[in-house]
């Protein structure tokens, strides 16, 4: 009796749910996105995210005290300066951060370095050291 009764208690529940499922709609996309419009939304998104860092970078350069004396010197509000930054497009302020970065920091090495070597040779043609095998004395 009782594997009967689960028998028929099964059958009542399954009936129930095929019952209710063919009462729902399925849903219907009132339009499709296509790929190339998901990926164009998220190219701009990403160029967007990527600009707003520029502008973030640009924004905390401008803090630094050296440069706001300097834009002072130039007649230029900090304010003026920030709003300036704010309004640039994607595209601009992606170039001025690239220029920053590509700017040297501490001076021209390779001609440190080529100062150092001719300074080197002249006091050893002087004999004044000996560093290069080549060179000789003039003493």
């Known amino acids: 009796m009782s594997v ?6 099964t059958a009542c529940s399954v009936s129930l749910a095929l019952a209710l499922g063919a009462f729902t709609r399925p849903a219907m ?4 996105i296509t790929t190339e419009q998901l ?4 190219a701009t998104a990403d160029r967007t995210a990527a600009g707003q860092a520029h502008r973030d970078r640009l924004a905390s350069e401008l803090g630094r005290p050296e440069l706001q004396a300097r834009l002072q010197q130039w007649g230029v509000s900090a304010e003026d300066a920030k709003a300036r930054v704010a309004a640039l497009s994607d595209e601009e302020a992606a170039a001025l951060v690239a220029k920053i970065d590509q700017a040297p920091a ?3 090495v390779l001609g440190v370095i080529l100062f150092v ?3 080197l040779l002249i006091t050893d043609i002087l004999g004044f050291t000996k560093v290069f095998p080549f060179t000789r004395s003039i003493r």
């Open 39 to 42: 990926a164009q939304e998220m």
């Open 29 to 32: 996309a009132t339009t499709l």
């Open 4 to 9: 009967s009764r689960f028998l028929r208690v």
């Open 106 to 108: 501490g001076g021209d």
């Open 117 to 119: 070597f001719v300074l």
